[in-house]
């Protein structure tokens, strides 16, 4: 299963670079995840045309999208519980904050710092955070597609714009 991940786009319109983002990357993936900070509407419409489109409210996303995000989501992808998050606090903490929110969970993926993550909790627990798609406070912006396969580790490949 590919599972393509993205966050913090900020993005007031969809554009033609997020357009073809999402041709190359995206529909073709068998889950398209958005981590929080869609920033807009007509951007959170666009990337909901995917089938299996699951996002999370992020801290700048506008309030009229209160009700179609939740703050947190928890799912089920091929034997393996994902939590999402988008995130809040102190930029070092955030992914062991949003995963302390889940029990059990096998990878959380979470946002708001900008910054790509994949590692193990203290607690076990795989944290990831694709990154920014195009504002990373470090590195290059992008997004990833993870790959899981029940019984086997996931793995991440990371995309960079």
Same mark, same amino acid.
């Given at each position: 299963?590919?599972?393509?991940? !993205? %966050?913090?786009?900020? !993005?007031?319109?969809?554009?033609?670079?997020?357009?073809?983002?999402?041709?190359?990357?995206?529909?073709?993936?068998?889950?398209?995840?958005?981590?929080?900070?869609?920033?807009?509407?007509?951007?959170? %419409?666009?990337?909901?045309?995917? *089938?299996?489109?699951?996002?999370?409210?992020?801290?700048?996303? *506008?309030? %009229?999208?209160?009700?179609?995000?939740?703050?947190?989501?928890?799912?089920?992808?091929?034997?393996?519980?994902?939590? !999402?998050?988008?995130?809040?606090?102190?930029?070092?903490?955030?992914?062991?904050?949003?995963?302390?929110?889940?029990?059990?969970?096998?990878?959380?993926?979470?946002?708001?710092?900008?910054?790509?993550?994949?590692?193990?909790?203290?607690?076990?627990?795989?944290?990831?955070?694709?990154?920014?798609?195009?504002?990373?406070?470090?590195?290059?912006?992008?997004?990833?597609?993870?790959?899981?396969?029940?019984?086997?580790? *996931?793995?991440?490949?990371?995309?960079?714009?």
């Amino acid at each position: 299963m590919i599972v393509a991940v !993205m %966050s913090d786009t900020h !993005m007031d319109q969809p554009d033609t670079l997020l357009a073809a983002i999402f041709e190359r990357y995206c529909r073709d993936a068998d889950v398209l995840l958005h981590c929080g900070d869609c920033v807009s509407e007509e951007t959170w %419409s666009f990337l909901n045309s995917h *089938p299996r489109f699951y996002s999370v409210q992020g801290n700048c996303d *506008p309030l %009229s999208l209160s009700g179609s995000l939740p703050v947190l989501r928890e799912l089920e992808l091929e034997g393996f519980r994902l939590g !999402m998050g988008h995130g809040w606090g102190p930029r070092s903490r955030v992914g062991d904050e949003i995963a302390s929110r889940f029990q059990g969970a096998d990878i959380v993926c979470y946002g708001h710092t900008h910054v790509r993550d994949w590692r193990l909790s203290s607690g076990g627990v795989r944290l990831f955070n694709p990154g920014s798609l195009f504002w990373p406070r470090s590195g290059e912006g992008g997004m990833a597609r993870l790959h899981l396969h029940r019984g086997q580790d *996931p793995e991440v490949e990371w995309i960079t714009i």
